[in-house]
């Protein structure tokens, strides 16, 4: 391998990088649209769910009741129903996702027997948020209750029912705050390079193609090898300044928590990238056009990245056999790697297996991308 050939081969391919505007804002525009549009945009939180009330009773309690949905700041009051035939025009309408409705002897019964009970109609055609809302409106019915009930028994002499009770004390590790974005944002920081990484890339040997100036490549003495080296390299510390500027918006813009090293994300960063350069080169060494080479590199990225990584949902519950397929799924193992380093704070000893499974990826990727080139021109 001759270091002048391959320097020079860099440094070509880094002048055609900055002289073409598409490449230039795929490598550094794309970068802050995608991190601005996945951290915002992207969020497993519900918070303000629009409830519509139907109250029937309209006293001190049942407004009691309803101020405690508000004060949870999971739901808000966004109307307020007079008569029952109002609940399905409130929910065709999309007014609110859910009505709780509160019978006319509400404070009565509560006051006779110390529990009374409420409905509540979701609109499930949003699975997850109706599940999510539910699930809060139990949480704000349980804690009313279990008020009410200490109330009535105060006033009736009595002392709360205790015997048999089991108290759960939870205690969450690593994200203490519950927060969707610790979760989401290191998993697009894999988003974002992917697809900039394998998306330039797929441009390198097409375009000597289209531009006809494969004939000139191919008659020089520059080899298979030297040639890819020499133009991954401008794409590899584009991948690194990328991956830098990802990393630091998500700890000091989006406030994600690190906990870990950084020598560990920035080696396994490298390693990632080298994964989405190779494919990138590979599909670029196949597809002479640079519109087909870069919808490929579209379709082998993305399409992992955010289905089978573990990005947006969750591995272990999906069906065992898509469970088998995410196993050859490079972005997985670099998924879990984000996650771990920013939320648990783990070393390299603690990540062998998916820091093993990128390395081979990397090899196996560069090693058949390198064989894939041939000088010549048919």
């Not at 969450?172 to 944002?185: A, C, H």
């Not at 494919?279 to 089978?308: D, E, F, N």
Request: aromatic share 10%; with cysteine.
């Amino acid at each position: 391998m001759n270091a002048r050939r391959l320097l020079a081969i860099a440094y070509k391919e880094t002048l055609q990088v900055w002289r073409d505007p598409r490449s230039l804002a795929i490598a550094l525009l794309m970068p802050v649209m995608q991190m601005a549009l996945l951290g915002y945009g992207v969020s497993l939180d519900i918070k303000r769910v629009p409830l519509c009330v139907y109250d029937q009773e309209n006293s001190q309690t049942s407004r009691e009741l309803v101020q405690r949905f508000v004060a949870s700041n999971w739901f808000m009051v966004a109307h307020i129903l007079t008569e029952e035939r109002a609940i399905r025009d409130a929910m065709d309408r999309a007014t609110c996702v859910g009505v709780v409705t509160i019978p006319v002897n509400f404070s009565r019964v509560l006051a006779t027997t110390g529990a009374a009970s409420v409905q509540t109609v979701f609109d499930a055609t949003d699975a997850n948020t109706t599940n999510i809302a539910i699930g809060y409106a139990q949480g704000v019915i349980a804690q009313t209750t279990a008020d009410f009930q200490a109330r009535w028994a105060a006033a009736h002499g009595t002392a709360p029912q205790t015997v048999g009770n089991v108290d759960l004390e939870p205690r969450v590790w690593f994200n203490e705050g519950l927060d969707s974005r610790n979760f989401i944002i290191p998993g697009v920081v894999a988003v974002i390079l992917g697809l900039v990484g394998a998306q330039l890339t797929s441009l390198t040997i097409s375009r000597e193609w289209e531009r006809g100036t494969m004939e000139q490549l191919v008659s020089t003495p520059v080899t298979a090898l030297e040639m890819m080296i020499g133009k991954l390299v401008p794409y590899f510390v584009i991948g690194l300044f990328d991956a830098a500027f990802c990393l630091c918006a998500a700890v000091f813009w989006f406030q994600v928590p690190f906990r870990g090293s950084l020598g560990t994300l920035m080696l396994t960063t490298a390693l990632f990238i080298l994964v989405v350069l190779g494919i990138g080169y590979l599909v670029s060494v196949r597809i002479r056009s640079q519109l087909g080479a870069s919808q490929v590199a579209l379709i082998l990225t993305m399409t992992p990245i955010s289905l089978l990584s573990g990005y947006t949902f969750p591995i272990d519950q999906m069906p065992a056999p898509i469970q088998a397929v995410t196993l050859i799924v490079y972005a997985r193992y670099f998924v879990t790697i984000l996650r771990a380093v920013f939320l648990k704070g783990s070393t390299i000893a603690e990540l062998t297996v998916p820091i093993l499974a990128l390395v081979l990826y990397a090899a196996a990727i560069i090693w058949i991308a390198a064989r894939a080139f041939r000088k010549r021109l048919d």
